[in-house]
C-alpha cells in the first residue's frame, strides 16, 4: 500500500470480528510503532497486548474508573450492572493495545516531546494496522487518563497512558471518504 494511500484510506473502524488475530501481524504493529520519531532517542512508549481473557485487565480499569465515580446511593446490584457494562468494552475487539508514556528525566527532553513521541507511535500503529487489512480504532476518552486506570496499569508518578489501540478484521464498511480543510487555509508561507 502507498504511503500517500494510507493516510488518506485509513478510518477509525470501531466494530470488528472477533476472529484471533495472528501474532506475527501485532508484532509488525508494534515494530511499527518503535519507529516513530523521538527526541534523544528515549523511546518512551511502552506496550501492553491484551487478547483473550487478558483483556479483563482493561476491562478491570473500566470498572474501577465507573465504581469510584458511581453514586454512592447505588445498590450492591446497580453497581454490579454498571461494573458489567464497563468491563464489556474492553472484549470489543480481540486484540486492544494499551499505550502508555513514560517521560524521560533527562531536562534536555520535554515532557511535551515524549507525548508527542507516544502519540506519534500510536499513529504508524494504526497506520501499519491499516496497510495489513486489519481494522483499528484509537480509543481514548475521561477514563484512560483517570488515576484509577493509571493503578491498574501499574503505571509510576510520570508515566500516563496515551490510549488504547483495538484491533481485529473489520466487522463493518469503513466509514465514508473523509474531507479535510485544504492545507492553504491552514498554512502562513514565511520567506523572508
Known sequence: ??????????????????????????????????WAPNHCHTEPW????MTGEGRGLLGKGYAEVAASEADPALTEEELAVLKGAQIKKAFRAPVVIAVAVTPSAQAVVPEIEEYAAAHAAVHNMILTAHA????????????TYHPKM???????????????????????????????????????????
Do not use: C, H
Open 132 to 143: 495489513l487489512g486489519l481494522g483499528s480504532i484509537w480509543r481514548t476518552g475521561a477514563p
Open 46 to 49: 511502552r506496550f501492553w497486548v
Open 150 to 192: 493509571k493503578e491498574v496499569f501499574g503505571l509510576g508518578a510520570k508515566e500516563e497512558l496515551v490510549g488504547f489501540v483495538y484491533l481485529g478484521y473489520p466487522d463493518m464498511a469503513p466509514p465514508s471518504k473523509a474531507t479535510r480543510t485544504p492545507f492553504e487555509q491552514k498554512t502562513l508561507w514565511v520567506s523572508e
Open 1 to 34: 500500500m502507498e504511503l500517500k494511500e494510507a493516510i488518506r484510506n485509513r478510518r477509525s473502524i470501531g466494530k470488528v470480528k472477533q476472529d484471533p488475530v495472528d501474532k506475527a501481524l501485532i508484532e509488525e504493529i508494534l515494530e511499527a510503532g518503535t
